[in-house]
C-alpha cells in the first residue's frame, strides 16, 4: 500500500503505537535521494499520513590510498622547506 503511493525501494518498517492505533512506518528511497516515511494504519492497511526528507546523505565517498598527487604533500599541515 505504501509503495502505491510513493516509488522506490522500501528500506525500513517499523511497527509503533499513536494515540492507542498500531501504525506502520514504512521508509522509501526515492531515486532523487528523498526519503519518504508513510504511515500506515496497521488495522485498516489506510494510508493516514507521510513526510519527505530531501537531500539525503549519499555514502561517503572512498577515500584515496597510496602516495600524494605530484605537487601535493597530503591532507596535512603545508611545512616549510626552510
Known sequence: MAVATTPGKVTRVTLEVKSGTPVYAVEISGVDTSVTTVSVDATSAKVIGS???????KPAE????????PGRRGRGREEDDD
Open 51 to 57: 513526510s519527505v526528507e530531501f537531500g539525503a546523505k
Open 62 to 69: 572512498p577515500v584515496p590510498s597510496g602516495p600524494p598527487a
